[in-house]
Structures are given as structure tokens and as C-alpha cells.
């Protein structure tokens, strides 16, 4: 199973109606690839593996974080919060997943129909810091 989720969710996130693909941003020396998806796309085994709920109405959040020279899996830090059009922030509480040599950070997070979320990630390894941020609009079944 060395890879299969981040995988599974990336093939998910490209053929998904409503799901913007997996994206990536360069933050200093670090590649930050991340998705938020459906959870409802998860196959049930999966979702069962790693804990996850499946419903219309949860988000799940993957964040993978790369060495720039060298595409080597990155063991960091994250913490961070979702803000709502109305300014209302949640945090989000973030679980390491280790497939072989892969590193993912999954985060769950309940959606409305047509709710447009901003992103903000603190990513910390020892001294370095950066800031993932970015917005997306989820749409329910």
C-alpha cells in the first residue's frame, strides 16, 4: 500500500466534478503539494484505514511537503485554521500518515453546499516557517 492514498486521492481529485486537483507551491526550500477533496471520494477501506468519515458534508485536507532539490518527503509541523466568508475560523488538527518513504497530513473538516473556505497552514520545521494559503469553494450532493 507504499503510496496508494496519496495516489488514490490525486486520481480521485483529477476525474472529481467540483474538486479542484491536487496543486503545489513553492515555499522557500520546501514543495507543498495539498488538496481538499470530498471525503465521500475515498474508496470505504481506505477511509476506514486512516480513520476517516465519509459524508457530502466532510472535507478531507492532504498536504504533502517535499525538499525542493531533492522531492525527499519532509517530517514538519503543521497547524492551521479555515476561515468562512463571515470571518468565522475553525483550527484544524492535522494526522501524519507515513507509506514508506511518503509523508501525508490529513485534516478533516465539515462543508456546507457552495462554501467557499480560505486556508491559512503554519509549516515549521525546527527554525524554518512558512505559510501555506489558499481558497476553495466546496460543493455537497
Do not use: C
Not at 507543498?32 to 485536507?61: C, Q
Not at 511537503?65 to 484544524?92: P, W
Amino acid at each position: 500500500m507504499k503510496t496508494y492514498l496519496f495516489t488514490m486521492l490525486l486520481a480521485l481529485s483529477l476525474f472529481s466534478t467540483g474538486v479542484t486537483a491536487e496543486q503545489k507551491k513553492t515555499l522557500g526550500n520546501w514543495d507543498v503539494h495539498y488538496m481538499a477533496l470530498d471525503s465521500t471520494m475515498l474508496d470505504p477501506a481506505i477511509a476506514k484505514t486512516y480513520g476517516i468519515e465519509r459524508s457530502h458534508f466532510n472535507a478531507l485536507l492532504n498536504i504533502s511537503v517535499l525538499d525542493s532539490s531533492n522531492q525527499q518527503a519532509q517530517q514538519v509541523e503543521l497547524s492551521g485554521k479555515v476561515r468562512d466568508l463571515m470571518g468565522i475560523t475553525s483550527e484544524l488538527s492535522f494526522k501524519q500518515v507515513t507509506e514508506g518513504n511518503a509523508i501525508y497530513y490529513l485534516a478533516q473538516l465539515p462543508v456546507r453546499n457552495e462554501q467557499h473556505l480560505t486556508f491559512l497552514i503554519d509549516i515549521r520545521q525546527g527554525t524554518t516557517q512558512q505559510q501555506l494559503q489558499f481558497s476553495q469553494t466546496f460543493y455537497t450532493e
